[in-house]
């Protein structure tokens, strides 16, 4: 069943004199519980496309239906809430907020869906255990390594029971080792959770563990592969 | 909201110096603004009550004396009126007055005066017309005897002894004649009161203006124990005495002074505005710098799914947690020195004190310690404060997330 439906995308920015055409007549679904990577050069139209599936932007021309609401028809106050409890985000350089705890940055999305105070706590430690960072539960991000800030984003991310989670380029800021952990704890929740992950990424460790591979140039789609058994 | 104001509080604390620094902005406003005021308050109030020395805080008068003061408005003092009003349990004193004006000669000289009848042991308790005397004695009350301005015994070339004649209209038409021996002659600071005031005996005025029955008076000078009931002793007084009688407040009679204090205000809070602009643009600058710091923290927060209302009220807390912190240093370091102030007041000496006592005020500068001072500059610098957050609040509720981002 899809969960995401990206029917004839269009963005145009149009910031400068010249406009710019970001997307250019996407078409994506993306079914329940894939891990799929979406790839393509800089500039290509990745992000932007993420952003629009993330309900962060809406398309110029083209509808977005995320279980069968098409995101173009939700005011302001309606797309924040939506994506509240609909999407989770991982973002390239972690956006913790950097004056709580890891604990309560995975708390904090609970909070704002008016999750009982024990409830939260106790699935905050229970995500930070299942990311391997719980015994830094009490550290602020600054005091956390760049992976480690990373796990706690996929913590966060997972907290508010998303339908899909957005990466985008979840792994740029890291080291081999913490890259590799990471994936490894994202690979396991897609798993163990049935979590369907999005990620943009330039990252050929990504692309070798994604079940899917959507590739991006000059905003169209040129390329969609999947990878039984991964 | 917990969590906001949990946000909010380490938000401010993540930049400590900056925070302290805003503080100390509002610390200082507050403070010099407090410091200002009291001084300035406690000079008015300082002015007032030796104006409503003289005046009383009230006037009891015959009704419409105020508007027509003519000695046909004078009333005869009734035991009655004396004894409701002494029932009024807010009351503190009463001075009878009687005060008409008179034709005053000497040999070739005569004058328009105003003779001023007092009774005079009471009168100087509260005026000190005594130590105003600059040559004989002051007023014997058992004697028919006057005390003139020195501008007035200049001007009818009279000394301490020489004898003043005085004529005029009497109360229901008689008239009014007598001769005095000058007792005294005194210097006020006002030149007017030294050029037509004559001061007599209370008996005196009263034989002068209508022997034929004792008592009468134009004035009761009614002085309360509470200056902050004036209206309601005046209410009660007024439906007390009834309709035969009119009250006055000194806010009627001192009117001139109540216009110098509005003026000299003004100016006041001219340098107050001063001060609010320094602070405003010190808290202003600071949560202009804190929301550009944080716009990416605005957009990972709505990108997750906050809504920009909660965004703004961490906005609010921030700027009100600045603010109470300064407002409450700044009253901590304020009130000691204001209460010091107040009851031991600053010395004021040479020819400033020579004036000041001319016009019957001790030379000091007092401070003071009405709690409307504390509270309306609290509030103002709160109010102010919480202006500067209109910024925020305008960001947020229409920033972009994705440009934020970029930031």
Redo the contacts between chains.
Sequence with gaps: MSIIEATGIYKTYQETKVPVNALNGVDLKIEEGEFTAIVGPSGSGKTTLL?IL?G??LPTKGDILIENTNLKTLGS?QL??F???NIG?V?QAY??????TAK?NTE??M???KIPKKERSKKAMELLEAVGIADKADHKPGQLSGGQQQRVAVA?ALA?KPRFIIADEPTANLDSRSTNELLEIMAEMNRKYHSTFIFATHDQRVMDKAHRIVTIDDGKIIGDETFEGR | MKTLIKIAWRNLWRNRRRTILTASAVVLALFLALIMRSMQFGSYEQMIRAGVNQTGDLQVHDTGYWANQSIDRAFFYRKKLGETLHGIKEIKSILPGLQTFSLASYKKQTKGVLISGIDAAVYNKQNHLSNKIIRGKYLNPNKNEVLLGDKLAEFLKMHVGDTLVLLGQGYRGITAYGIYRVAGIFHLPSIEMNSEIVYMNLKTAQNFVYPYQPGLLTSLSVFIKDPGQLQTVKTETEHRIGPNYEVITWKTMLSDILQTIKADNVSGQIMLLILYIIAAFGIFSTVLMMTMEKRRQYAIMVSIGMEREKLVWVSIFETFIISVIGIVIGLILASPIIYYLHFHPIPITGEMAKMYLQFNIAPVLPFSIKAHIFLSQTIIILVLSLLSALYPIIYLSKFNVLKAFRH
């Design positions: 952003n993330g962060l932007d106050r924040i809430d994506r509240l409890h985000f973002f956006n913790l907020i950097p004056v709580l309560e904090f999305i909070e704002l869906q966060r508010s």
